[in-house]
C-alpha cells in the first residue's frame, strides 16, 4: 500500500483474497465531502420544512384575518353609502318643510321668513346630493369627507327651521286665539228688524243713529255668545233694559240689550256658542227682541260683517 493509495481485498468464504482495489485518498477525500455536503443539505431541508411546517398555521391564521377585515371594510363602505343616501333623503326632508312652512304662513296671512342658510338656495346654492354609487372597492375618504361637511350645513338648517315652526306655532296660537276672540256667528235666530246706521227712531220719529243690529224673535229665545269671553257687566242700562256686555279681548266688545234673563254673571268665562242669556223685552222697546252691538277698540261697528253664519 502506497501513501497515496488505500487497497482493499475482496476475501471468498475461507477468507482467500480473490480480489483487490486500489483507491485513492483524494477519491475518497472528496466521497467524505459528497456525504457530508449530501447530509448537510438535508439537515437544511429538515429544518426549513419544520419552519415552514411551523409558518403554515400562521399564515393560515393571517389569511383568515385579511379575508375578515376585508369582509368588514366592505360592509363598513356600504353603511357609509347607506347613510350618504339617508343624508340625502333628509336634505330633501328638510326642503319639504320648508316649503310646507311657507304654504302655513301664506295661508294664515302670516310674514315668510326667508332663509340665510344656503341648503335652502337663498343666499347661497342648493347643495348637492352626494354620489354614494362609489364601488366597494374605491376609496371612501372623499365620500366621507363630503357628508362630515354636509352634516354641519343641514345641522344648522334643522335648527333654523326648529326656530321658524316655533315661530309659527307661536303666532299661530296667537292667531287662533284673534279668530276664537272675533265675533263670528249669529247671538240670536230671527228677523232682523233694524240694522246698523242711521235710522228713523220709532219712538220719536227722528233720524238717529242705530249702533247695533235689532234682531226680533219670541221672548225667552237663548242667546248665544258669538266668540270667547269674559262677561264684563250685567244689569240695567236705561234705554237698553237688561244688558250685559262680554269682553273678547284684542279690542272686541259685544252688547246684548233687552234681556229678560241672564245666564251667566259676571267675571265668568264663555266660549263661542254658548247659551249667555234669553231674550226680553225690557227698556225701551217696541217687542221681545235682542239689540246685539260690535264694538272694536270702543268704536261701534256694523254686527253684520261679523256674522259669518
Known amino acids: 500500500m502506497t501513501m497515496n493509495k488505500f487497497t482493499f481485498f475482496l476475501l471468498n468464504s475461507n477468507g482467500t483474497p480473490i480480489k483487490t482495489a486500489n483507491i485513492s485518498k483524494g477519491l475518497i477525500f472528496l466521497g467524505l465531502l459528497i456525504m457530508i455536503g ?14 415552514l411546517r411551523q409558518i403554515r398555521p400562521e399564515k393560515t391564521q393571517m389569511s383568515e384575518l385579511i379575508s375578515d377585515q376585508s369582509y368588514l371594510i366592505a360592509q363598513q363602505r356600504k353603511q357609509i353609502q347607506a347613510l350618504a343616501s339617508k343624508l ?19 295661508i294664515a296671512n302670516l310674514e315668510i321668513k326667508e332663509d340665510r342658510d344656503g341648503l335652502f338656495g337663498v343666499g347661497g346654492s342648493v347643495l348637492e346630493n352626494i354620489d354614494a354609487s362609489l364601488p366597494l372597492s374605491e376609496n371612501h375618504t372623499q365620500l366621507l369627507r363630503n357628508m362630515h361637511s354636509q352634516v354641519e ?30 265675533p263670528s256667528i249669529r ?22 243713529f242705530h249702533k247695533g243690529l235689532d234682531i226680533a ?17 250685567t244689569g240695567g242700562k236705561g234705554f237698553m233694559g237688561n244688558m250685559m256686555t262680554i269682553s273678547h279681548g284684542y279690542g272686541m266688545l259685544t252688547r246684548y240689550g233687552h234681556i229678560h234673563k ?5 267675571g265668568k268665562k264663555v266660549q263661542r256658542g254658548e247659551t249667555i242669556a234669553l231674550v226680553g223685552n225690557t227698556g225701551r222697546s217696541t217687542g ?12 261701534p261697528v256694523n254686527p253684520e260683517k261679523y256674522i259669518l253664519d
Do not use: C, M
Open 38 to 51: 449530501i447530509f448537510s443539505g438535508l439537515g437544511w431541508l429538515l429544518t426549513d420544512y419544520s419552519k
Open 88 to 106: 340625502n333623503d333628509l336634505k330633501t326632508n328638510i326642503l319639504v318643510l320648508n316649503e310646507f312652512e311657507k304654504k302655513i304662513r301664506v
Open 153 to 182: 350645513t343641514v345641522s344648522s338648517a334643522l335648527d333654523v327651521q326648529k326656530e321658524n315652526f316655533q315661530s309659527l306655532l307661536k303666532k299661530l296660537k296667537v292667531k287662533q286665539n284673534i279668530l276664537a276672540a272675533t
Open 187 to 208: 247671538p240670536v235666530d230671527g228677523w232682523v228688524t233694524s240694522r246698523f246706521g242711521y235710522r228713523k227712531s220709532p219712538f220719536t220719529n227722528r233720524k238717529e
Open 217 to 233: 224673535t219670541r221672548k225667552g229665545t237663548p242667546i248665544i255668545a258669538p266668540a270667547d269671553g269674559v262677561v264684563t257687566y
Open 262 to 266: 241672564f245666564l251667566k254673571k259676571k
Open 288 to 299: 221681545p227682541h235682542l239689540h246685539y252691538e260690535v264694538h272694536l277698540n270702543g268704536i
